[in-house]
């Protein structure tokens, strides 16, 4: 099993070059960033695990700057976003940094997106809360055609882009079709959020697998996600669930394992150099 991490780099925390030699030294598989933009000060919308949000929340370094500076100075950690707020982002901007990002690091980025909670973060970039969903699928769509061997053009519901020469193309090879015929282009790309229908419904359309918060309940709803990535004829083999934000435990790990899971990333504290580092001397225990 692939042990990963993540953690919310601040501009309070240890840094990102620093953190990703450590993870190769250690042997780690990868590192995995979240997303804010920034966090309204009126905000009504709760945080999703209850009481005050933790202040890292306001502070996140923008990932893919991190993300980049990690690939400089490794050679074989994977690199992740986990997650990207898509529908946060120009589409035709987001898929350059991808492209560019994956291209500089020799293939080892994975795109994990999600559609967010904070209703006010999202309202301030235009984002109307009931259509995110739809709006993500459809950026992602148009991404895929920038990143398309030959120039591809897209006209969905929420943009459009005409065909294009957009370079560099993403490392990672196409492999196969999503459930709406368009090639899986572009980087490993992995949907975050609660299990249920909606969800599940758009792994099975348009991803590689699943980004589930926390890892509870998965012997519960793998079944149901296997059902509905059957039912899109999506090949069996090729899903992909890797637990995220992980608090790790031995029995808990050999559970994953036994369900079949071939990555798990574990969550580090949003704190300075030394705390961290002991927190991944702990961890290496799993690697």
């Not at 995995?32 to 905000?43: K, M, Q, S």
């Not at 992995?190 to 926390?214: M, Q, R, S, T, V």
């Amino acid at each position: 099993m692939r042990i990963s991490v993540t953690i919310f780099l601040t501009d309070e925390t240890i840094t990102p070059t620093r953190l990703a030699r450590e993870l190769e030294h250690r042997g780690f598989a990868g590192l995995y960033l979240p997303e804010h933009t920034h966090i309204p000060v009126e905000r009504t919308t709760a945080y999703p695990a209850g009481g005050d949000l933790p202040p890292e929340y306001g502070r996140t370094l923008d990932p893919f700057v991190a993300l980049g500076q990690a690939a400089a100075v490794t050679e074989d950690l994977a690199l992740g976003t986990g997650i990207t707020l898509i529908a946060q982002h120009d589409p035709i901007d987001l898929a350059k940094q991808i492209a560019t990002l994956d291209h500089l690091s020799g293939g080892r980025f994975t795109l994990g997106v999600g559609f967010g909670w904070n209703v006010e973060e999202a309202a301030d970039h235009g984002v109307e809360w009931r259509t995110r969903r739809e709006l993500g699928r459809d950026r992602m769509a148009l991404m895929r055609a920038l990143w398309a061997p030959e120039p591809t053009a897209y006209d969905g519901p929420f943009g459009s882009v005409r065909a294009s020469h957009a370079y560099p193309k993403p490392v990672q090879k196409p492999r196969g079709q999503s459930a709406s015929g368009q090639p899986l282009v572009g980087p490993r790309t992995l949907i975050g959020g609660a299990a249920g229908p909606k969800l599940f419904a758009h792994i099975a359309e348009y991803a590689d697998g699943w980004l589930p918060i926390g890892g509870r309940g998965l012997t519960e709803s793998l079944p149901v996600l296997r059902a509905a990535w059957a039912e899109a004829g999506r090949d069996a083999g090729a899903l992909q669930v890797v637990p995220y934000a992980v608090l790790p435990g031995a029995g808990k790990l050999a559970h994953y394992a036994d369900l079949g899971i071939e990555e798990v990333v574990l969550q580090l504290p949003p704190a300075g150099e030394g705390e961290v580092l002991r927190v991944l001397d702990e961890y290496a225990r799993y690697v």
